[in-house]
């Protein structure tokens, strides 16, 4: 695709892995509908991005996601690129950036459930080391939600490796609401 006309800016490239293999599902291709996917390498990178495809730089039409954690970074750069003062999360939907409760591992366990995840990871050939996981003592006790969480996180490139299987795993009536959203959006 050459001339993408809409820009979903996203924290990382295990979201941008979920948002492309969440709309293939959907039988949508996103390069052909001249959307393009932009891993941003952090949330704090907004600004610059904003500044490259938004109403200062390319004036393309902007979309996102990002964590809870990251929602301010998202507000400030929105809100100094000129789309609004004091927004809010409302706001935020209004102008296609979509917010993870915690994070999209998060959201995308909580819509599989634990069991379903492990049955990923075991496919995957990884359910001895979360077993391990699971032993470690600052982990004992804790969720096996809380513990699948930390897994994710704690592998090298973990997050990229299940985005992609994890939303394979989905029942397409089950999809977290700020990937629906999102997707809707578009």
Partial sequence: MNHPHTV???????D??????????????LSAEG??????????????HIGEFGPPGRDLRLAGLCDAGEQGAFLRGLERAGFGSDLT??????????????DLEDELIRALGTATVERVVDAEGELGSFRTLQKQ?????????????????????????YAGPLVAALELDRVPRPLDGLLAHL
């Fill in 35 to 48: 959307i393009s996917v932009v891993a941003m390498g952090g949330a704090t990178n907004i600004g610059a």
């Fill in 89 to 102: 999360r409302s706001d935020l939907e209004a102008l296609g950036f979509f917010v993870c409760v915690a």
């Fill in 8 to 14: 979903v800016l996203v924290e990382g490239i295990s």
């Fill in 137 to 161: 003592p600052p982990w004992r006790g804790r969720s096996t939600h809380d513990q699948l969480r930390r897994f994710m996180g704690a592998g090298s490139g973990r997050k990229i490796r």
């Fill in 16 to 29: 941008r892995s979920a948002i492309e293999a969440l709309a293939e599902r959907r039988g949508r291709n």
